[in-house]
T-cell receptor, first 113, second 116 residues
Framework: AQSVTQLDSQVPVFEEAPVELRCNYS??????LFWYVQYPNQGLQLLLK??????LVKSINGFEAEFNKSQTSFHLRKPSVHISDTAEYFC???????????FGAGTRLFVKA | DGGITQSPKYLFRKEGQNVTLSCEQN?????MYWYRQDPGQGLRLIYY???????QKGDIAEGYSVSREKKESFPLTVTSAQKNPTAFYLC???????????????FGQGTRLTVV
């Protein structure tokens, strides 16, 4: 079975500072990895995903995540955050070809002016 | 526009009453899911359906029921047997065709259920 651990429940950061949201997963089989973002009282939106190939994946709004198989990690980074990045971020994993997606507990990112 | 519609956005229920949450999608996805979200606990899977007329229990199915009579619709009933139903409920769908094209779930905007 797969599991996901998000190492920080809350991350406060000043505007224009870099940020890293940490995610570790466990699985004995090949997996897909995802980061989703959720704004207050809304559903989740896909931010980026790793399926195969290049271990560094990027989103259109400046976030990136790197798949590290040896450390079973998929940390999310952004070199300079904006106030509008304030949201909850979920790391998720699913077995390749599987039907279920397992979500982490979420990390609340607070960007301060 | 294609997407998933959940209704209502807010729902109030008296203790002892059953209530049904609606989820409709026009993405032509085979698989649909219901999650419950509580603060600090992430998303927990209630039920999922891989195809019409078939569904499976997730991790926290007790006190809930579903049906999948149409591909587009996957309603969730919160029964009086659910002891702590106040939560944010999210419906999602995913395609099941080509593996590389159907990997992520698409979510509705959620229904916030409050028991009063």
């Amino acid at each position: 079975a797969q599991s996901v651990t998000q190492l920080d429940s809350q991350v406060p950061v000043f505007e224009e500072a870099p940020v890293e949201l940490r995610c570790n997963y466990s699985s004995s089989v090949s997996v897909y990895l995802f980061w989703y973002v959720q704004y207050p009282n809304q559903g989740l939106q896909l931010l980026l995903k790793y399926l195969s190939g290049s271990t560094l994946v990027k989103s259109i709004n400046g976030f990136e995540a790197e798949f590290n198989k040896s450390q079973t990690s998929f940390h999310l980074r952004k070199p300079s955050v904006h106030i509008s990045d304030t949201a909850e971020y979920f790391c998720a994993v699913s077995k390749t070809g599987g039907f279920k997606t397992i979500f982490g507990a979420g990390t609340r990112l607070f960007v301060k002016a | 526009d294609g997407g998933i519609t959940q209704s209502p956005k807010y729902l109030f229920r008296k203790e002892g009453q059953n209530v049904t949450l609606s989820c409709e999608q026009n993405l032509n996805h085979d698989a649909m899911y219901w999650y419950r979200q509580d603060p600090g606990q992430g998303l927990r899977l209630i039920y999922y359906s891989q195809i019409v007329n078939d569904f499976q229990k997730g991790d926290i199915a007790e006190g809930y029921s579903v049906s999948r009579e149409k591909k587009e619709s996957f309603p969730l009933t919160v029964t009086s047997a659910q002891k702590n139903p106040t939560a944010f409920y999210l419906c999602a769908s995913r395609g099941t065709g080509s593996v590389s094209m159907n990997t992520e779930a698409f979510f509705g905007q959620g229904t916030r259920l409050t028991v009063v």
